[in-house]
T-cell receptor
Framework: TQLLEQSPQFLSIQEGENLTVYCNSS?????LQWYRQEPGEGPVLLVT?????EVKKLKRLTFQFGDARKDSSLHITAAQPGDTGLYLC?????????FGDGTTLTVKP | GAGVSQSPSNKVTEKGKDVELRCDPI?????LYWYRQSLGQGLEFLIY????????KSGLPSDRFSAERTGGSVSTLTIQRTQQEDSAVYLC??????????????FGDGTRLSIL
């Protein structure tokens, strides 16, 4: 079983602060995805990282895939209330995906 | 529609009843996934369909759970003799054939199931 551990589980910060969410595993994945989910909706894909050491930026969000393709991080710069939501990482292998338990982010104005 | 459609959006039923949850995937997506999500938690994999291959049922928690996909399109998840611990949001996702890599999964908004 491929397991993914996310940390922290909950994060509450003030608008303008920076934050980092971590996704760790002892298993190697062919790719790793980050999703964001709002209440009452399904998760929406933010990014896919494929290559070890890869860094992708999406506006104020920076995603990194570990060199060994076992871990990933999501860094948000100058968080805004609109960033509030549940952030999920998912590791993919052989056509399947396993999801972490998520990080619930609350950004207070 | 353009996205994954799930119905009903909410279902309340009594313990012991059977329920059927429906998923209409994006047209042309050959892969279809069912997940279960407890409040504020991650997604628990249930079952995976890919084209005409035998489904991967390894995530189904008990023999009360079953799913089928007719004509490679619409899927139905059935829970028999529901228990209170079955209460959760059931999410469906579809994607293009993942092959050896990964294709982005597109999720529906889920069915919120409450067992009284």
């Amino acid at each position: 079983t491929q397991l993914l551990e996310q940390s922290p589980q909950f994060l509450s910060i003030q608008e303008g602060e920076n934050l980092t969410v971590y996704c760790n595993s002892s298993s190697v994945f062919s790719s790793l995805q980050w999703y964001r989910q709002e209440p009452g909706e399904g998760p929406v894909l933010l990014v896919t990282v494929v290559t070890g050491g890869e860094v992708k930026k999406l506006k104020r969000l920076t995603f990194q895939f570990g060199d060994a393709r076992k871990d990933s991080s999501l860094h948000i710069t100058a968080a805004q209330p609109g960033d509030t939501g549940l952030y999920l990482c998912a590791g993919a292998w052989a056509g399947k995906s396993t999801f972490g338990d998520g990080t619930t982010l609350t950004v207070k104005p | 529609g353009a996205g994954v459609s799930q119905s009903p959006s909410n279902k309340v039923t009594e313990k012991g009843k059977d329920v059927e949850l429906r998923c209409d995937p994006i047209s042309g997506h050959t892969a279809l996934y069912w997940y279960r999500q407890s409040l504020g938690q991650g997604l628990e994999f249930l079952i995976y369909f890919q084209g005409n291959s035998a489904p991967d049922k390894s995530g189904l928690p008990s023999d009360r759970f079953s799913a089928e996909r007719t004509g490679g399109s619409v899927s139905t998840l059935t829970i028999q003799r529901t228990q209170q611990e079955d209460s959760a949001v059931y999410l469906c996702a579809s994607s293009l054939a993942p092959g050896t890599g990964h294709q982005p999964q597109h999720f529906g908004d889920g069915t919120r199931l409450s067992i009284l």
